[in-house]
């Protein structure tokens, strides 16, 4: 039937109908023109750019399987008797969020499976965030013009924060009720607007009955809302100003070496999907978390044992339990807590650290140039050496947002604990930082040796003389091109104090501190010189000692 139709559209003229429909389509999409130019477009691989696409393919498992929770959920804090499937339940009273939780659990088909993949894609989705974030910092990929794109990945990382804070509190067991509770007491230690701010979030005094409603509009719909355009911008954004590489033989700012994104990259990132889904699945098949049934419903007066945030949260339930509780009673009989009021204003500036930095690095260095190669870790070490220390800072408020747990299980004293966050918060990141940097410095002069002597072969050599050498190895092109192919730039200088007139120029503080920073970062004690051309001919030459 349809060699009729081809043979009798050819006797009409005609084109065949699907691509009278992909014509159609094209004259008004202009999906043709939009797809020959893109769909050619070159993507470098490295296997640390698939930690990108683990958030994107955990993020695409989170709306799936949140679209079918969805179906069952009822937000709603009305009271009910329970009488389901789950008999140590029976007759306790709860909220019909709770309800409807135990019902998807134990009596929609695949239900309970199916929040189990939810919460542990939400999980890896931030994990993946972190360490992708991580992977940008430590490589440089965030300097021009990806600076954009930095806070479109930030914000995405802190949005997925709020969101999975409202996604775990809204089975409204005891241990998420415990963590809006929290959260409560965060909002009454601001000064001023905390109680009205409270009144308004909770619709009446805790727990109210609009909090759980709430969250569920803001956890469904507005906050996945915001990330998906935040995600697609982010993508867009990397189409257009091309995906960053690693220094390599052919490899420079103005190209872009790797496969194309049809057929190949596509095929791959397809199979990479179903294996992300595949590992998430087997996880929360074999891996119970937030069994709400054995936690119970929340109750305003009981407070659940052990109780943790997810990781993500970790960092800010350790500043405030570590905090020492002070206090200060101000004219009018207004309390001030300091002991929530610093940490809830810690959390939000470290966060704006971060989220700013890219625009700090490129002021303190004076770099305005744009940016495709990224850097070995090793060679920006002060670049390095912070992360570092950032990441310390947060595992030690880690440490100290489970302090109980902590205590419990290595029978320590949770005060010494608490006391050891409290040290080491200031102490470790210092440390890090210096101990960080030496490594990176060390790393540098093992690859300028590298360069002049070649790689170590382990071979002994005895000399006619009777001295022993170690027989060296002379490097590839490629792997000398990757030790020398980065640059080292020199520090910002302010000038001479006076002008050719001998009159005293006019210098600002800024241009002091932007002069001092940038030699922090380029100065001689952050830098190893590479090789020269001379040293190297010497060396090979034979007037040097391998």
Request: aromatic share 12%.
């Amino acid at each position: 039937m349809s060699n009729e139709t081809s043979a009798t559209n050819a006797r009409r003229g005609q084109a065949p109908r699907g691509e009278r429909i992909a014509d159609w389509a094209d004259g008004r999409l202009g999906i043709y023109s939009l797809a020959k130019s893109n769909m050619r477009k070159i993507f470098p691989d490295h296997w640390s750019f698939m930690l990108g696409e683990i958030c994107l393919y955990s993020f695409i498992i989170i709306i799936l399987t949140g679209v079918y929770l969805t179906l069952f959920f009822h937000p709603s804090m009305a009271e009910v008797v329970y009488h389901g499937s789950y008999v140590p339940m029976h007759g306790i009273r709860m909220t019909q969020a709770f309800e409807s939780t135990l019902d998807i659990s134990f009596d929609v088909r695949g239900g309970l499976l199916i929040r189990q993949i939810h919460h542990w894609a939400a999980l890896v989705f931030l994990a993946g965030m972190m360490v992708h974030m991580m992977r940008v910092f430590f490589t440089g990929a965030f300097r021009k013009p990806r600076e954009v794109n930095w806070l479109f990945g930030f914000l995405l990382f802190v949005l997925g924060m709020f969101t999975g804070f409202t996604g775990y509190s809204l089975p409204d067991d005891l241990l998420s009720g415990t963590g809006v509770r929290f959260i409560e007491g965060v909002i009454l230690a601001m000064p001023l607007v905390g109680s009205y701010l409270q009144m308004f979030i909770f619709g009446g005094e805790f727990p109210g009955h609009d909090i759980i409603p709430r969250f569920f509009t803001v956890h469904v719909l507005l906050l996945p809302g915001i990330m998906l355009g935040l995600l697609v911008a982010h993508l867009i954004l990397v189409f257009y100003h091309k995906h960053t590489q690693f220094p390599g033989a052919g490899k420079t700012e103005k190209n872009v070496v790797g496969m194309p994104l049809l057929p190949v990259y596509m095929a791959k990132a397809g199979g990479f999907f179903f294996l992300v889904f595949g590992v998430i699945s087997v996880i929360a098949a074999i891996a119970s978390i937030n069994p709400v049934w054995a936690i119970g419903p929340y109750r305003p007066d009981q407070v659940s044992t052990g109780a943790q945030p997810d990781w993500y949260m970790g960092f800010a339930e350790g500043l405030v339990r570590v905090m020492p509780g002070w206090e200060w009673v101000i004219p009018g009989g207004y309390t001030i807590n300091f002991g929530v009021l610093i940490p809830i204003i810690i959390f939000p500036l470290v966060l704006a650290a971060i989220a700013v930095y890219p625009f700090i690095e490129s002021w303190v260095t004076g770099d305005k140039r744009e940016h495709h190669l990224l850097d070995r870790p090793r060679n920006a070490p002060t670049r390095t050496a912070f992360g570092v220390a950032w990441l310390f800072a947060y595992l030690v408020m880690l440490v100290g947002g489970g302090n109980d747990l902590w205590a419990t299980h290595f029978h320590l004293s949770i005060n010494s604990i608490s006391w050891f966050v409290r040290i080491a918060f200031f102490v470790g990141p210092v440390l890090s930082f210096i101990i960080t940097k030496r490594i990176c410095l060390g790393l540098q002069r093992r690859d300028r040796d590298k360069v002049l002597h070649g790689r170590e072969s382990g071979i002994i050599k005895r000399l006619p003389h009777g001295e022993f050498i170690e027989v060296h190895e002379p490097l590839t092109q490629d792997q000398m091109h990757m030790l020398t192919q980065h640059e080292q730039p020199k520090p910002l200088e302010i000038g001479p104090e006076v002008d050719e007139n001998g009159v005293k120029r006019k210098i600002k503080r800024s241009q002091k501190l932007r002069a001092k920073l940038s030699k922090g970062f380029y100065g001689e004690d952050n830098v190893i010189p590479k090789p020269t051309v001379e040293e190297y001919e010497e060396i090979t030459s034979g007037h040097g000692h391998h």
